[in-house]
């Protein structure tokens, strides 16, 4: 799509992942086998045309910065255009919200003839169509369109979640900021199309006021004069704001009949290309209903799990409902179930590490 | 002006046509193998990890595949300002131009392009090998003899040794007598299709070549034997390591296989010495409740419901259930149904086997059965050979 800047706003972002993000960012958290979760925004943007992208980060971006790269695995390395990777301008100084960084940035926007923008959080997994997003956009002339879907995610023990009032037709009549919505309830994915000119407009004049978020200083402040429209998103999209759910919504994939629709049946997803071999199974290995990646080594069983890149599990070891990220090493005779190993992970032999209804995490780079 | 130290010229015009259908629509070299890679993407990165940043890639022979894949060189890290990967194909001067009409013509007619480098040493290869090398102890070792030229050679099992080209050496590996294919051989160094010259004297001789009415202009039989008999000094090699020279369907599908022990004849997993390949982006396999794997290499974007045994599965690949996969190889974007039985086959890349096909023979003297044609067509076996249902 001609004339649209995707921007990918990291600003936001808690860490509700623990310590899956105590050492970086939660768009940068490994998912799914082989991706990263701002894979699929990134792959979203490509899909529908967009062409430049920028994401804006906050804080422990070393592992997004080292992923995205110049942008090539996305086709993002463009002549004009392409992508942009814009951090904090004062790294000493806390942010205030996201239209400050977006105010230190405003450059970024002024020089792009672009005339329409879509926000867009980077965590998200799901197939959202935003060439169709923006198209419902111009045709209702709104100012702003948000997108919402009805809560379907596990019950919320914080209150994160912006829930929207949503009118017949489709305009927004309010939004309560910070809640634990019920089932059904309307929660907005944080994600937005809006013009260029307005956007600057919001940035210049709620900054000057000292006011510094975009959905409350932006868009409630303003739901009285301008035409907020919303966009009912109903395809897959797990709610991700727990250690649980995460696990959960790595494990939906173990169904053929969204794997199928996800990877298959609609556009690529992609990541970083890291040129591992095939996965070599030996004549000891079992495994049974789980997804794995390459690079990997397989000797033992491997049951209801995710495989990262390049995991090796040697001889008799036995790994059970469980995610093994990237490099990680599982040991003769050892047993796993319901873990979650992050990076380069190492399980000496014989060992038994197991995790309640509450998947165990073992931390990047430990040796247990 | 800037120059290269050496750089490498890569014969990837070669039909190879022992490769029965899998050749119809593509040059040997971008033939795929290992469930990942092309053949031409050994040698590249071969060429990468021997510090070579300079590839002319030589095509002739259906030149569409390999040049989309060639591409800029990026997968091999051969994008570069300066030198990088560039595909040669025939081209027309002032004076004409002609079709490479062996491979000393090839790299004949490119003067041009190696002399803009103006390089020391230049590396001649072949696209139709599977080994990892590292070149740059080929130079060293040139270097160290004082060589004007140096072909690797590498000790092949006296049974087999007449299908090669044979060097006769003295203790100190200088090459004596060079043999195509003699009936009886006086040695079992084999040539591996990997020379290394000093450019000036390589000019020197593709030129004079060039000018022999009676010559093949092919390195082997041509260039080789004359640097000899003009008693330039011209050492063997010796190269310790896998090599396979993949060029019919039997030597293609034994590579394969030599993927697969749990110590493999070949790693393709070594993390120093990466095999790279373009188009590598597919989601991860899924293996299935049903599916058994053992002793086999699979890759992404598989989707496997069936058992596999002692194979190779390339990307894209869709196992039904019941089907039974054993000593094959199946190349990309294979669709298998249902109650399948495949044994000792290769299956080339976009063919749809359907529900209850049986392809190929178990028993151990059965030739390799190869299904070439992309039709969406079911086979059953008969004494170990395919015919349509």
Redesign the interface.
């Known amino acids: 799509m001609k004339n649209v800047i995707g921007v990918i706003n990291l600003v936001n972002e808690k860490q509700y992942l623990k310590e899956l993000t105590s050492h970086r960012c939660l768009s940068a958290v490994p998912f799914g086998g082989r991706y990263r979760l701002i894979d699929f925004t990134m792959s979203n943007f490509i899909h529908a045309d967009i062409t430049k992208v920028a994401v804006f980060t906050k804080e422990k971006y070393r592992s997004i910065m080292d992923h995205l790269g110049s942008g090539k695995e996305w086709d993002l390395d463009r002549r004009n255009g392409g992508l942009f990777i814009l951090p904090p301008t004062h790294p000493d100084e806390l942010i205030k919200g996201d239209l400050q960084q977006f105010h230190d940035h405003i450059e970024f926007f002024h020089r792009s003839p672009e005339d329409t923008v879509v926000i867009s959080p980077g965590h998200h997994v799901c197939k959202m169509d935003f060439q169709e997003i923006v198209e419902h956009h111009k045709n209702s002339n709104a100012d702003i369109t948000v997108v919402y879907k009805d809560f379907d995610g596990e019950p919320v023990d914080k209150p994160i979640y912006h829930k929207y009032a949503i009118r017949n037709d489709g305009r927004v009549k309010n939004i309560e900021l910070y809640t634990s919505p019920e089932q059904g309830e309307s929660v907005g994915l944080e994600t937005f199309v809006i013009k260029k000119d307005l956007l600057i407009e919001i940035i210049k004049t709620c900054c000057e006021n000292g006011e510094y978020d975009f959905l409350k200083d932006g868009i409630k402040a303003n739901l009285h004069h301008l035409k907020v429209n919303s966009y009912h998103y109903k395809r897959y999209f797990p709610f991700i704001h727990s250690i649980s759910s995460f696990y959960k919504s790595n494990m939906d994939f173990l169904n053929p009949e969204l794997a199928q629709d996800f990877f298959y049946d609609t556009w690529d997803i992609y990541t970083k290309i890291k040129h591992e071999a095939p996965v070599k199974y030996s004549i000891s290995s079992k495994v049974s209903n789980s997804l794995v990646a390459n690079g990997c080594d397989i000797e033992g069983t491997v049951e209801n799990s995710i495989i990262f890149r390049g995991v090796k599990i040697r001889k008799g070891a036995v790994v059970k409902n469980s995610i093994i990220m990237q490099k990680g090493e599982i040991n003769e005779g050892t047993y796993i179930e319901n873990v979650i190993t992050d990076k380069q992970v190492k399980i000496t032999s014989e060992q038994v590490v197991i995790g309640d209804s509450i998947p165990r995490i073992v931390k990047k780079a430990d040796v247990v | 002006m800037k120059s290269k130290k050496w750089i490498a010229m890569l014969l990837a015009g070669g039909q190879g046509s022992r490769l029965g259908e899998l050749t119809t629509g593509l040059a040997k070299p971008a033939v795929p193998f ?3 890679y092309r053949i031409i993407d050994f040698p590249l990165s071969n060429c990468t990890h021997s510090g070579i940043d300079t590839v002319g890639v030589l095509t002739q022979y259906q030149p569409l595949v390999l040049n989309h894949y060639v591409g800029n060189g ?2 091999w890290d051969l994008d570069r300002n300066f030198g990088g990967v560039s595909v040669l194909p025939p081209y027309q001067g002032k004076d004409g131009g002609e079709w490479y009409a062996g491979t000393a013509n090839a790299v004949y007619q490119n003067i041009q392009y190696i002399d803009h480098y103006d390089p020391e040493y230049v590396v001649v290869l072949s696209g139709d090998h599977i080994y990892k090398m590292d070149y740059s102890k080929m130079l060293q070792y040139h270097v160290e003899k004082g060589a004007q030229a140096t072909i690797a050679v590498i000790e092949v099992p006296w049974s087999e040794a007449s299908r090669f080209g044979l060097m006769n050496t003295d203790e100190e590996n200088k090459i004596s007598e060079f043999e195509e294919k003699p009936a009886k051989p006086k040695s079992n160094l084999a040539s591996m299709g990997v020379y290394l010259f000093d450019w000036k004297l390589l000019k020197k001789y593709l030129i004079e070549d060039e000018l022999d009415p009676f010559s093949t202009k092919d390195f082997g039989k041509d260039i080789i034997p004359k640097i000899l008999s003009d008693g330039k000094s011209l050492y063997a090699y010796r190269f310790e390591g896998y090599w396979k020279d993949v060029g019919t369907v039997e030597s293609l599908w034994e590579a394969h296989m030599d993927l697969l022990d ?1 110590i ?1 004849g070949f790693d ?2 070594d993390p120093h010495w ?4 373009g188009n ?2 597919h ?7 049903e ?10 974007g598989c ?1 496997v419901h069936g058992n ?1 045994e002692h194979s ?3 990307f894209n690949v869709q196992v039904g259930k019941n089907t039974t996969i054993k000593d094959s190889v199946i190349m990309p974007n294979v669709k298998i149904g249902n109650n399948v039985t495949i044994n000792n086959a290769i299956i080339a890349s976009d063919i749809c086997v359907e529900d209850g096909a049986e392809i190929g023979s178990s028993s151990p003297a059965a030739e390799i059965t190869l299904i070439g044609d992309a039709q969406n067509i079911s086979y059953v076996a008969t004494n170990g050979k395919s015919s349509v249902k």
């Open positions: 290992g469930g990942k990026r997968p749990d493999p393709l997993n990466k095999f790279y390949a590598a982006n989601p991860p396999q899924y293996i299935s409740k599916a058994h794997i053992s002793q086999s290499l699979v890759n992404e989707v596999i190779v599965l390339s």
